[in-house]
């Protein structure tokens, strides 16, 4: 193996390969279009049947919220189909391949997160430089950080 570099080597005639050791992580602050940004969560809160007012002013106990559970929606559109569109849970078909939600003329352009699948099943490198690697090259991680979750 000779080293180009602290992270590629050549490891054949025109052939390159990460050094042993590195690997790739993918950091993203909001979760990528299409099914990773489908998810259960709480919407509008519902009361109980009970006047806040009322009970505020004769010292009650404050009335009691039933919490509605709603899916976070996607804008990615099916590619074959199309979504229910019912209230609540029902609104997306889950495990469906998506494209991207673009403004203007609907493209053939895989959604954000079928493409980080694709890209786990076949590697990162594309076409061109698969022809230049010795092995396909796969995401080790993929962290989602910021604060869309930790909302009150």
């Known amino acids: 193996k000779d080293g180009l570099s602290q992270y590629i080597s050549v490891v054949g005639e025109n052939k390159y390969d990460l050094d042993e050791g590195w690997q790739i992580f993918m950091v993203s602050t909001h979760p990528p279009c299409g099914d990773a940004t489908i998810f259960v969560k709480e919407s509008e809160k519902s009361d ?12 009650d106990k404050p009335p009691c919220k039933k919490a509605k559970l709603d ?4 804008g990615a559109k099916l590619v074959s189909g199309s979504d229910p569109l019912s209230p609540g849970l029902g609104y997306h078909r889950m495990g ?3 494209t991207k939600p673009g403004r203007g003329e609907r493209t053939l352009s895989l959604s954000c997160s ?8 076949f ?6 430089c698969s022809h230049f690697l010795s092995r396909d090259l796969h995401l080790h991680c993929f962290t989602l950080t910021g604060n869309m979750f930790n909302k009150p």
């Open 114 to 121: 079928d493409k980080i699948i694709k890209w786990n099943m």
């Open 123 to 128: 590697g990162l490198q594309g076409a061109l």
């Open 96 to 98: 469906e391949v998506r």
């Open 48 to 59: 109980a049947n009970i006047d806040e007012e009322k009970s505020v002013i004769s010292g």
């Open 71 to 74: 899916l976070n929606r996607t």
